[in-house]
T-cell receptor
Framework: DAGITQSPRYKITETGRQVTLMCHQT?????MFWYRQDLGHGLRLIYY???????DKGEVPDGYVVSRSKTENFPLTLESATRSQTSVYFC???????????????FGSGTQLSVL | DAKTTQPPSMDCAEGRAANLPCNHS???????VYWYRQIHSQGPQYIIH???NNETNEMASLIITEDRKSSTLILPHATLRDTAVYYC?????????????FGQGTRLTINP
């Protein structure tokens, strides 16, 4: 049971470079999310997706691009990385948003990104 | 979206009940209260959620006040492994989408 996996675990890049963080889940969950976590801000939602080819902005989407061509993958791209994007990034998935199914968010282990 | 307020830190002795409060005074009728925890360097983990009634599962109990403006997460017999940051979250059920707003959480330390 692989669950939800993120790669890479650690990434160092330079300002202005493009970086893609990968997220893969094996449960065929419909919903996937990207959060970033910074000291003093807690977890903040960047983007989310309700299904393949359906994405929407969260609280802090500027500077990020997402795609969802397949249900199991939800990559996050920083098109031109900035130092303010240094953070820990968490991907999450959920199989439903209805109360009846008692949905939960399942989080990956995170990617620690440093932009120099 | 409703916001939540939690104490930044708490301590509890091992084996005792840990009671973590959360204020969500602006919660509306269709918003659920969720609790997650994050152990150092790991992704957050779901604990429990509720709307109006008190809830209990294998991990914890959730007590929601009658006016729904606050709630308490109870870990009945805390262990050292329960040391983590605990997030109280209000979820808004939007059409076809879910938004969870994570606050700063409470850093719970279980002491031997």
């Amino acid at each position: 049971d692989a669950g939800i996996t993120q790669s890479p675990r650690y990434k160092i890049t330079e300002t202005g470079r493009q970086v893609t963080l990968m997220c893969h889940q094996t449960w065929s969950h419909s919903y996937m999310f990207w959060y970033r976590q910074d000291l003093g801000h807690g977890l903040r939602l960047i983007y989310y997706s309700a299904a393949a080819d359906i994405t929407d902005k969260g609280e802090v989407p500027d500077g990020y691009v997402v795609s969802r061509s397949k249900t199991e993958n939800f990559p996050l791209t920083l098109e031109s990385a900035t130092r303010s994007q240094t953070s820990v990034y968490f991907c999450a998935s959920s199989d439903s948003l209805t109360v009846a199914t008692n949905e939960k968010l399942f989080f990956g282990s995170g990617t620690q990104l440093s932009v120099l | 979206d409703a916001k939540t307020t939690q104490p930044p830190s708490m301590d509890c002795a091992e084996g005792r009940a840990a009671n973590l409060p959360c204020n969500h005074s602006t919660i509306s009728g269709n918003e659920y209260v969720y609790w997650y925890r994050q152990i150092h360097s790991q992704g957050p983990q779901y604990i429990i959620h509720g709307l109006k009634n008190n809830e209990t599962n294998e991990m914890a109990s959730l007590i929601i006040t009658e006016d729904r403006k606050s709630s308490t997460l109870i870990l009945p017999h805390a262990t050292l492994r329960d040391t983590a940051v605990y997030y109280c979250i209000v979820r808004v059920n939007l059409q076809g989408a879910q938004k969870l707003v994570f606050g700063q959480g409470t850093r719970l330390t279980i002491n031997p």
